[in-house]
């Protein structure tokens, strides 16, 4: 072989190793740093980030009934954030947003609500899995800056159990439609984690109620956390352990009409989550009452002291439970 071919040989090895490292380089740049944490919440005096996040995967909700006939859940534990939202009739429903962890299983799942396109504006483009909507919501929720996922357009991901009767029996294989976990830059939520404010008062438990519907949250020493209970019975997990959550947020909002209603004629609720008001935030035994604030819709919601102090929450799953201002 001539020195020609050889030196011309020479440059392709030189340029394809270049190459190859210039792309190991920007995956790494694009994968997340910092140390790895538990998955359940920031490190102390931390806050997650009030607007979203620029690369990464986004994070995942899904809409859960929350009828009796839909308990026990499955994968609710799982989630980081559990919203708990008025609906017709007074019943209740829940958004279970995922992050940090993916569960095998997550349901019963049942349809969206107009509210829902606000509240999942503080994420970045994030994916939202139903069983589907009222006619006239579905053209908004096409429009809305999120990953609507269905039964019509995922048939693979979701499925019919088989130990409950429709339609209280829809579940979602999360990875199907979410295929890595994302992380907890996903959850721009807002919310900060670390050492309990000042004060607070010493407090068992927690009632909130809606017209047909009520959440109760009794606090236990020996699991350190709250447990959850609805419409009068203890709350367990599919596996049959009983439902617990590190810190409960009550958060008075306005609640009016919406545009829609259902079959029977029932008006939809629409919960206002942007603006400012009263919440209680409870953890570690004790409640403490503060003010929130989210200025639009993009913003996460934070939470302060009478003082302005921001609150932190502990480390664990968050429950918000959205509650009529007096």
């Given at each position: 072989m001539g ?11 030189v ?17 997340g740093g910092?140390?790895p ?17 620029a690369?990464g995967?986004s ?9 009796a006939a ?26 279970a ?15 969206a609500?107009e509210?829902?396109?606000?509240l999942l504006r503080?994420f970045?483009?994030?994916?939202l899995?139903?069983?589907g ?9 096409d ?7 269905t ?6 991901a979701f499925?019919?159990?088989?130990g ?5 029996n829809l ?5 199907r439609?979410?295929?890595?976990t ?21 407090t068992?438990s ?8 009520r959440?109760?949250?009794?606090w ?17 997990t599919a ?41 209680t ?6 409640a ?39």
């Amino acid at each position: 072989m001539g020195r020609g071919a050889r030196g011309r040989r020479a440059a392709t090895t030189v340029a394809l190793l270049a190459a190859t490292l210039t792309a190991a380089l920007a995956a790494g740049c694009t994968s997340g740093g910092g140390p790895p944490d538990d998955g359940r919440g920031s490190p102390e005096d931390s806050k997650q980030g009030t607007s979203p996040s620029a690369a990464g995967p986004s994070a995942l909700a899904v809409k859960i009934d929350n009828a009796a006939a839909a308990r026990p859940h499955t994968g609710l534990d799982a989630a980081d954030v559990v919203y708990a939202e008025q609906v017709e009739g007074g019943l209740s429903r829940l958004m279970a947003v995922y992050a940090t962890r993916l569960p095998e299983t997550v349901g019963p799942v049942r349809s969206a609500r107009e509210s829902d396109l606000e509240l999942l504006r503080q994420f970045d483009r994030p994916t939202l899995a139903f069983s589907g909507a009222q006619t006239k919501l579905l053209p908004l929720i096409d429009k809305a800056p999120l990953r609507a996922q269905t039964p019509g357009n995922a048939a693979d991901a979701f499925f019919r159990g088989s130990g409950k009767s429709a339609p209280h029996n829809l579940y979602l294989r999360p990875g199907r439609i979410v295929p890595e976990t994302p992380g907890q830059a996903a959850l721009t939520t807002g919310f900060r984690y670390g050492p309990a404010p000042e004060g607070g008062t010493a407090t068992d438990s927690r009632a909130v109620r809606y017209p047909a519907a009520r959440f109760t949250f009794t606090w236990s020493d020996s699991r350190d956390r709250w447990l959850v209970g609805m419409d009068g019975t203890p709350t367990t997990t599919a596996g049959g352990e009983r439902m617990t959550t590190a810190t409960v947020v009550v958060q008075h909002v306005k609640v009016r009409e919406s545009d829609f209603g259902d079959f029977l004629g029932n008006n939809t609720p629409y919960t206002e989550t942007v603006g400012s008001g009263k919440a209680t935030v409870l953890r570690d035994g004790r409640a403490w009452d503060v003010n929130w604030k989210r200025e639009k819709a993009t913003d996460g919601t934070s939470f302060t002291t009478r003082d302005g102090t921001p609150v932190n929450f502990a480390k664990g799953q968050v429950w918000v439970v959205y509650s009529e201002t007096p």
